[in-house]
Nanobody, 125 residues
Framework: QVHLVESGGGLIQPGGSLALSCLAS????????MVWVRQPPGKEREFVAA????????KYEDSMKGRLAVSRVNYRNTMHLYLSNLTFEDTAVYFC??????????????????WGRGTLVVVSS
């Protein structure tokens, strides 16, 4: 069993930046791919970024490329997401997930077995 907890959300002004963290417990994350997704108000969850087991390969949502950076620190059992140049459309609950069956990334959200409860990011002036 893996327990994931996101942190770092809050109220951010347009054009600002944010760093989110995902802390895992219950199992080492070092052999598994991980993902960030978000759920804007009234919408379904959407893929944001994913990172493979050792951090050497990352994948980003095309529309957000250039504003994102995902990384992981396996010995600390953590994953991070950096978002820059935030807009109102970035307002969402951000979730992290872990694929307990694979080291390699996928944008197929159903592949991820464990999810945190999310952290809310509100972009507002």
């Amino acid at each position: 069993q893996v327990h994931l907890v996101e942190s770092g959300g809050g109220l951010i002004q347009p054009g600002g930046s944010l760093a989110l963290s995902c802390l895992a417990s219950g199992r080492s994350i070092s052999d598994y791919a991980m993902v960030w997704v978000r759920q804007p108000p009234g919408k379904e969850r959407e893929f944001v970024a994913a990172v493979n087991w050792d951090g050497t390969y990352t994948k980003y949502e095309d529309s957000m490329k250039g504003r994102l950076a995902v990384s992981r620190v396996n010995y600390r059992n953590t994953m991070h997401l950096y978002l820059s140049n935030l807009t109102f459309e970035d307002t969402a609950v951000y979730f992290c997930g872990l694929d307990a069956d694979s080291r390699w990334t996928t944008t197929r959200l159903a592949n991820y077995d464990y999810w945190g409860r999310g952290t809310l990011v509100v972009v507002s002036s």
